[in-house]
């Protein structure tokens, strides 16, 4: 059971809310049918639909329980973040690899959000963790297999 806070944006917590509502309103009633149909081809020693059936709703119902558990420890995140001058959670964040030639931008998101591809960084990542707290023009320093890379915060948003 998960006991620690969930970090969420306000749209990460909608987008949550609106799966779980899918998925109790919706996708229960489609799986329920699903087995019922199943049950009702008898000889349930050999019956590869309903044992499908039966997996597919494990599957649902985990999904839901997480979820839940997830909605229920939320944090929300402080997306307006008025302080410019430090990295935090909510952040949007300019920075530069040092050696490379153009700069990226992120926003420094709770792990459960994070979608690295659309620009979200989970603070629990090792560059999430090694930006927080950082000022505009200061250097973070990530530990990699490979050696140390160092970025420098160009800008907070």
Same mark, same amino acid.
């Given at each position: 059971m #998960?006991?620690?806070?969930?970090?969420? *944006?306000? &749209?990460?917590?909608?987008?949550?809310?609106?799966?779980?509502?899918y998925l109790?309103? =919706?996708? @229960?009633?489609?799986?329920?049918r699903?087995?019922?149909?199943?049950?009702?081809?008898?000889?349930?020693?050999? !019956?590869?639909?309903?044992?499908?059936? @039966?997996?597919?709703q494990?599957?649902?119902? %985990?999904r839901?329980y997480?979820?839940? +558990?997830?909605? @229920?420890?939320?944090?929300?995140? !402080?997306?307006? !973040? /008025?302080?410019?001058?430090? =990295?935090?959670?909510?952040? @949007?964040?300019?920075i +530069?690899?040092?050696?490379? /030639? *153009?700069?990226?931008?992120? &926003?420094?998101? %709770?792990?459960?959000?994070?979608?690295?591809? #659309? $620009?979200?960084?989970?603070n629990?990542?090792?560059?999430?963790?090694?930006?927080?707290?950082?000022?505009? $023009?200061?250097?973070?320093?990530?530990?990699?297999? /490979?050696? /140390?890379?160092?970025?420098?915060?160009?800008?907070?948003?």
């Open positions: #998960q006991s620690r806070p969930v970090y969420l *944006t306000k &749209q990460g917590y909608e987008k949550l809310e609106e799966e779980l509502h109790k309103s =919706v996708r @229960r009633q489609e799986v329920a699903r087995l019922h149909a199943a049950l009702a081809e008898g000889e349930l020693i050999e !019956n590869a639909e309903l044992e499908e059936a @039966r997996r597919e494990a599957f649902l119902e %985990g839901i997480e979820l839940e +558990q997830r909605l @229920r420890y939320a944090t929300l995140i !402080n997306e307006s !973040n /008025d302080i410019k001058d430090v =990295v935090t959670l909510g952040s @949007r964040i300019t +530069q690899e040092e050696g490379a /030639d *153009t700069p990226e931008s992120y &926003q420094l998101v %709770g792990s459960a959000e994070a979608l690295p591809a #659309q $620009g979200k960084i989970s629990e990542s090792p560059l999430g963790k090694a930006l927080l707290g950082k000022h505009a $023009g200061e250097k973070a320093v990530v530990q990699a297999p /490979d050696g /140390d890379i160092v970025f420098v915060v160009l800008e907070i948003h």
